[in-house]
C-alpha cells in the first residue's frame, strides 16, 4: 500500500531562514507529488506539484521541490522563509492508476519575526 | 466565490443520530472527493466520483457511511448512527476532467463534526 512520511512534525524557524521539509513515499510506480499547504483558519490549497520532466518544481511563494527517485523522496524547500509562511504543510502522493491522494500527517511551521 | 463549498461548516450531534454534509464542486470538474482529517494527522482518503459514479471506495469507509452525487453535481455524505470516533474535519476536493494537464485537487473549507 502506499504510504507518505514528513520526518518533521513541528517546525521552528526565525525569518530569513532557510527551509528543508522532508518527505518520503513508498510505492515503486509512476507517481504524481503534491505539496499542499494550510494556513490559519484557511482550506488546503495546492504549493506545488510533480508529474514529469524536470525533477526540480518551482511552486508558488518561492517554494520550491526536488524529486529524487532512487530515494523516493520529495523534499520541500525555501531560501528564505518569512512569517507569513507559518502554516501546516502536508505532502501527498498518487499513483498506482488510482485518483486519490495519500498524504503525509503534515509538518507545522511557526516562523519567528 | 467559485471554489468548492461545503455546508453546513460545522456540526455538533449527539452519538447515535444520523448527520448529512453536502459539497459543492468547482462548476466545471466532472470529479468529487471526500477525505477525512484528525487532529494531527493529513486527510485520508474515503471516496471518489467521477460524474454521478462512485469509482474508489476506501475500507475506512464502513457501512454506516454514503455518499451520493446523484446528478453529477453535488455531494452528499451521510453518517448514520454517528459514534464519537466520528468527530473529524470532513474535506470535499474536486479536479477538472481527465486529460487536463497537471490535475490538481482544490479542496473546501471542510465539514467539522463534533459527535458528543
Known amino acids: 500500500a502506499q504510504s507518505v512520511s514528513q520526518h518533521n512534525h513541528h517546525v521552528i524557524l526565525s525569518e530569513a531562514a532557510s527551509l528543508e521539509l522532508g518527505c518520503n513515499y513508498s510505492y515503486g510506480g509512476t507517481v504524481n507529488l503534491f505539496w499542499y499547504v494550510q494556513y490559519p483558519g484557511q482550506h488546503l490549497q495546492l504549493l506545488l506539484k510533480?508529474?514529469?520532466?524536470?525533477?526540480l518544481v518551482k511552486g508558488i511563494k518561492g517554494f520550491e521541490a526536488e524529486f529524487i527517485k532512487s530515494k523516493f523522496s520529495f523534499n520541500l524547500r525555501k531560501p528564505s522563509v518569512q512569517w507569513s509562511d507559518t502554516a501546516e504543510y502536508f505532502c501527498a502522493v498518487k499513483g498506482g492508476g488510482y485518483n486519490k491522494l495519500i498524504f503525509g500527517a503534515g509538518t507545522r511551521l511557526a516562523v519567528h519575526p | 466565490d467559485t471554489g468548492v463549498s461545503q455546508d453546513p461548516r460545522h456540526k455538533i450531534t449527539k452519538r447515535g443520530q444520523n448527520v448529512t454534509f453536502r459539497c459543492d464542486p468547482i462548476?466545471?470538474?466532472?470529479?468529487l472527493y471526500w477525505y477525512r482529517q484528525t487532529l494531527g494527522q493529513g486527510p485520508e482518503f474515503l471516496t471518489y466520483f467521477q460524474n454521478e459514479a462512485q469509482l474508489e471506495k476506501s475500507r475506512l469507509l464502513s457501512d454506516r457511511f454514503s455518499a451520493e452525487r446523484p446528478k453529477g453535481s453535488f455531494s452528499t455524505l451521510e453518517i448514520q448512527r454517528t459514534e464519537q470516533g466520528d468527530s473529524a474535519m470532513y474535506l470535499c476536493a474536486s479536479s477538472p476532467p481527465s486529460g487536463a494537464p497537471y490535475n490538481e485537487q482544490f479542496f473546501g473549507p471542510g465539514t467539522r463534526l463534533t459527535v458528543l
Open positions: 510533480y508529474f514529469s520532466g524536470d525533477p
Open positions: 462548476s466545471e470538474h466532472n470529479r
